[in-house]
């Protein structure tokens, strides 16, 4: 199943960077969320999606959005890439991968001719109910950040 726009995100808890359980509702903004899916900490376009979302944070928050980035990855790679990286948004772990198949993006990917399961690099604007506002599918990392943000001022203000 793939969350499309209008659709309600399913409230689950994952473990954040710290260890700490954290319910998906407890980060939705004033207004919303952004949370973006990636496929792995310390690679290169993840690395730069995280850069340009920790880079455009304030704007964020001053719209009422938070950022929160999801991948696979267990608490201890994240807080690696976090101080590696100088990131300080919220980064979730979802080992098991429940998240990524509630909002369809645990799927088959191509590279180089070979098949494998992955995460495919997307991203959901969501209301401060919880309800998808937007998706990004596919995403190329080059100018995303930016798009997203100009994206919740149309929404949001």
């Known amino acids: 199943m793939t969350l499309k726009q209008g659709d309600t995100m399913t409230d689950m808890v994952l473990s954040d960077?710290?260890?700490?359980?954290?319910?998906?509702?407890s980060l939705l903004g004033p207004r919303g969320a952004v949370m973006y899916f990636y496929?792995?900490?310390?690679?290169?376009?993840?690395?730069?999606?995280?850069?340009?979302?920790?880079?455009?944070?304030?704007?964020?928050v001053r719209l009422g959005v938070t950022v929160t980035g999801i991948?696979?990855?267990?608490?201890?790679?994240?807080?690696?890439?976090?101080?590696a990286q100088g990131i300080g948004l919220t980064l979730l772990s979802d080992r098991d991968g429940r998240m990524c198949?509630?909002?369809?993006?645990?799927?088959e990917?191509?590279?180089?001719?070979?098949?494998?399961?992955?995460?495919?690099?997307s991203t959901f604007i969501l209301d401060h109910q919880g309800v998808v506002r937007q998706?990004?599918?596919?995403?190329?990392?080059?100018?995303?950040?930016?798009k997203v943000l100009a994206d919740c001022r149309a929404m949001f203000v």
């Open 17 to 25: 960077q710290d260890g700490r359980m954290v319910a998906l509702s």
């Open 39 to 60: 496929p792995k900490d310390n690679t290169p376009g993840c690395t730069q999606e995280a850069k340009d979302f920790q880079c455009l944070v304030d704007d964020f």
């Open 135 to 146: 998706v990004y599918d596919n995403v190329r990392v080059d100018g995303h950040a930016e």
């Open 109 to 121: 990917k191509k590279n180089y001719g070979k098949t494998t399961m992955g995460i495919v690099r």
């Open 71 to 83: 991948s696979r990855d267990d608490p201890a790679s994240h807080v690696k890439f976090r101080t």
């Open 101 to 107: 198949a509630a909002f369809g993006v645990w799927r």
